[in-house]
């Protein structure tokens, strides 16, 4: 006894209107109305402090494109082809070459990553004789010795200091 199970197709929803992100759309679209009403009673109001709300305005509108870009970017469709490497899922066609190329990426990106990190502390002895981490730092000024001193010998002077 068998039992067959169909399985339907998966449809992508039709948003109409504003698309997917309503909430982003109506907050950006209530920002625009908001600004441009601060604007316009600094521009008409006949206020002493008119460039406040001229400011004010057009600052909320600005900030209105935060919620614009997240409604922009919320109602993009991707296909589901397109994703499926993304989510870890190998693609068929070209495997063989796919995974060569990333294993080629993965081991380059590792390494540049790896030579970044410190894996080992360095160590100098100091003055005493005792090893200690950190590693040596110079500071050295070079100046013409005939301003620091008022001999009339014109050679330059390098003083190093070591931390």
């Not at 409604?71 to 296909?79: A, C, K, L, R, T």
């Not at 899922?89 to 990553?113: E, F, P, Q, W, Y």
């Not at 004789?129 to 008022?150: F, H």
Request: aromatic fraction near 10%; glycine fraction near 8%.
């Amino acid at each position: 006894m068998s039992t067959t199970v169909q399985i339907e197709p998966v449809m992508e929803k039709r948003y109409g209107g504003v698309g997917r992100c309503k909430c982003s759309f109506w907050f950006a679209v209530a920002h625009d109305i908001i600004g441009v009403f601060i604007m316009m009673v600094g521009v008409f109001g006949g206020l002493v402090i008119h460039d406040l709300f001229i400011y004010a305005g057009a600052i909320v509108i600005f900030l209105s494109l935060i919620w614009w870009v997240f409604w922009y970017s919320g109602n993009i469709d991707v296909p589901p082809e397109e994703l499926e490497d993304d989510v870890g899922m190998m693609k068929l066609k070209n495997r063989g070459l796919s995974r060569a190329v990333r294993r080629v990426s993965d081991r380059l990106s590792s390494t540049i990553r790896n030579s970044f990190r410190k894996n080992g502390r360095s160590y100098r002895e100091d003055p005493t004789g005792n090893n200690r981490p950190g590693a040596e730092v110079s500071l050295s000024t070079i100046y013409d010795s005939t301003i620091a001193s008022s001999s009339s010998s014109k050679e330059l002077v390098r003083e190093t200091l070591s931390i």
